[in-house]
């Protein structure tokens, strides 16, 4: 079983921070941003994330899916984006759009354990959350 709570790393196994270029997804600056942004980006953004993550670390994701994965990933790690993450009630509203169609267009790859991966490391940092906040 992959360990999907390991040391946060690079896609190429390195210490480096994103630049938003596309073929830069670095773990570090994923965790860096959720953990600044957490609450602020809202509890629905977070599991979506979440999920995108440990998808992209499983051996069982096809090469297509963490392609739109990455994507995903880098925008939101990007600081510079459609609407900036600084404007209140807005700011997030860009990434949860792009992170959003990302988990919708792999959903079948989601397998039960990347899910339940996701949700268990969402209950740590925010408790039981209403399904009606997650809708």
């Keep these: 079983m992959t ?13 480096n921070g994103a630049d938003c ?11 860096a941003k959720l953990k600044r942004y957490a609450k602020k980006a809202g509890t629905k953004l977070v ?3 979440l999920k ?16 739109i994965i990455v994507s995903a990933l880098v925008y939101f790690i990007c600081p510079v984006d459609a609407i900036p ?4 009630v807005i700011g997030f509203s860009d990434d949860l759009t792009a992170v ?12 039960p354990e990347v899910v339940a991966k996701a949700e268990a490391k969402h209950r740590e940092w925010f408790g039981e959350v ?3 906040e997650l809708a």
Excluded: C, M
């Design 3 to 15: 360990d999907f709570n390991s040391t946060p790393r690079d896609v190429n196994g390195t210490a």
């Design 21 to 31: 270029g596309t073929s830069s997804y670095s773990e570090s600056e994923l965790w």
């Design 47 to 49: 599991l979506h994330v």
């Design 52 to 67: 995108l993550r440990y998808a992209f670390w499983s051996p069982n994701t096809p090469a297509w899916a963490k392609a």
């Design 85 to 88: 993450d600084t404007i209140p």
């Design 100 to 111: 959003a169609a990302a988990v919708n267009a792999v959903q079948d790859i989601l397998t």
């Design 130 to 132: 209403d399904d009606a």
